[in-house]
């Protein structure tokens, strides 16, 4: 009698990724539960102070203005310093501001100004934490899983930011202001205990093995260098200023939110907690099946198609403006972002020289998320010098149709750009042991 042989649905089991990527993406899953909750909780509690659309956008904006200002320096001090402490310095003064915030909220004290202010400073500390956290990525994972390791880092980052985060928000607004933002600052203070747990050394390289050693430069050549890099990249500067473009679209949407959903679909405080999360479960399902069909594609056809699906998410919401439209709209963004993260982000960490990787990030994000607070601004603007003219209602769809029709013009500029012959020249370029 023959030996049977293994059943052919037998697959060998993935790589395991490690302990440090593990303690490192609990340190980024706990910071984004708490960032979750501000989410909702710093617009919501603006919205309590104001029904002005420009005045609520101004405080969402200075929450975003920081990854224009500060991006740059955040990169050179990350290829630096020590990755991990810079985390936890990053962290630790943040959960001092939120507990702060969270004693002006219960005293009764808050108003505009000092929410702009204690948003533009957590905003700070925010930069530098995730944008040292991306970087450290790929020094915890072997090049060849990066696509499950963004996979796992995108999928945490999205369920606790917004399909946790959001919701407890909700409930812990309908008991107090303060309760919400005193819990987001303990929440980061288990984030910087868990990077105290992570062993290593976690400065960046200061060249890489093929290179000779290269003399101590200043803050400024170093941060030039940076730049530089990036923008003579044929692919690092196009993707920085179409994923801007894209967020500035997004932006327009994020600035009206909350009144929208107050105001046009008519929700509380829990309700909006709960609308806040669907995105959340489309980016969820993107981290899990986005991986698996990611690397048989091109990187241009993923990035293509996350832009369509975005175009006509944000055209439908402008134009039904209901809940179900809500619902499906917002589950087709949060798979689409994080379609393009994934796509992004892996193909950024091959090409990007780890000496560089900190102050590439930083370039790339004060490029593409300086255009956040902009975008702010602008919806909130639109919002506001509408109303006159189109009523309440279309005065907050407008931002929505703009992000729509700026969506769909992306589409096109990235097919005749970002083409599958530039990207596999600038992957052929690339150093192999960059990631």
Not at 225 to 247: D, F, K, Q
Request: proline share 6%; aromatic share 8%; glycine share 10%.
């Amino acid at each position: 009698m023959s030996q049977s042989s293994p059943p052919a649905t037998d697959r060998p089991r993935p790589e395991p990724l490690g302990s440090g990527f593990r303690r490192l993406l609990a340190a980024l899953g706990l910071g984004n539960l708490g960032d979750g909750i501000a989410v909702v909780a710093l617009p919501w509690y603006a919205a309590t102070i104001t029904d002005d659309p420009f005045m609520v956008a101004l405080v969402g904006a200075a929450t975003r203005l920081p990854w224009l200002l500060f991006a740059l320096p955040a990169g050179v001090l990350g290829d630096r310093v020590d990755r991990r402490r810079l985390m936890m310095a990053a962290g630790g003064i943040k959960a001092s501001l939120l507990a702060a915030l969270a004693a002006l909220a219960f005293m009764g004290l808050g108003s505009i100004p000092s929410l702009i202010v204690f948003a533009l400073l957590v905003g700070v500390c925010e930069v530098f934490f995730d944008n040292t956290a991306q970087s450290m990525l790929p020094t915890v994972v072997p090049r060849s899983r990066l696509e499950r390791a963004n996979g796992l880092f995108q999928g945490v980052e999205r369920v606790l930011n917004k399909f946790v985060g959001a919701p407890l928000a909700g409930v812990l607004l309908a008991v107090s202001t303060g309760l919400a933002f005193g819990v987001q600052a303990l929440l980061i203070l288990g984030a910087v205990a868990m990077l105290f747990v992570l062993r290593g050394d976690f400065r960046a390289g200061d060249q890489e093995a093929s290179e000779e050693p290269r003399p101590a430069s200043s803050a400024w050549s170093r941060l030039r260098e940076g730049v530089v890099w990036m923008w003579r990249h044929p692919v690092m500067r196009p993707m920085a200023l179409i994923t801007g473009l894209s967020n500035l679209g997004a932006a327009l949407m994020a600035s009206v939110m909350v009144l929208f959903v107050q105001d046009v679909l008519g929700a509380g405080p829990q309700t909006y907690g709960l609308l806040m999360t669907v995105a959340a479960v489309g980016a969820v399902a993107g981290s899990v099946v986005i991986p698996s069909f990611a690397t048989r594609m091109s990187v241009s056809t993923s990035l293509v198609l996350s832009l369509t699906l975005m175009a006509v998410a944000a055209l439908t919401l402008a134009l039904l403006r209901s809940v179900p439209a809500f619902v499906v709209c917002q589950l087709l963004i949060g798979f689409a972002s994080m379609w393009w993260n994934i796509t992004a982000i892996s193909l950024f960490g091959r090409v990007i020289p780890d000496r560089l990787r900190s102050r590439v990030f930083s370039a790339h994000r004060t490029l593409s998320w300086g255009m956040l607070p902009l975008g702010m601004l602008l919806g909130g603007a639109l919002a506001r010098f509408s109303e006159g003219l189109l009523g309440r209602e279309w005065s907050l769809a407008l931002p929505f149709l703009s992000a729509g029709l700026l969506e769909t013009a992306l589409v096109g500029i990235t097919a005749l750009v970002l083409t599958r012959r530039v990207v596999d020249e600038a992957l052929a370029r690339s150093v192999p042991g960059a990631g």
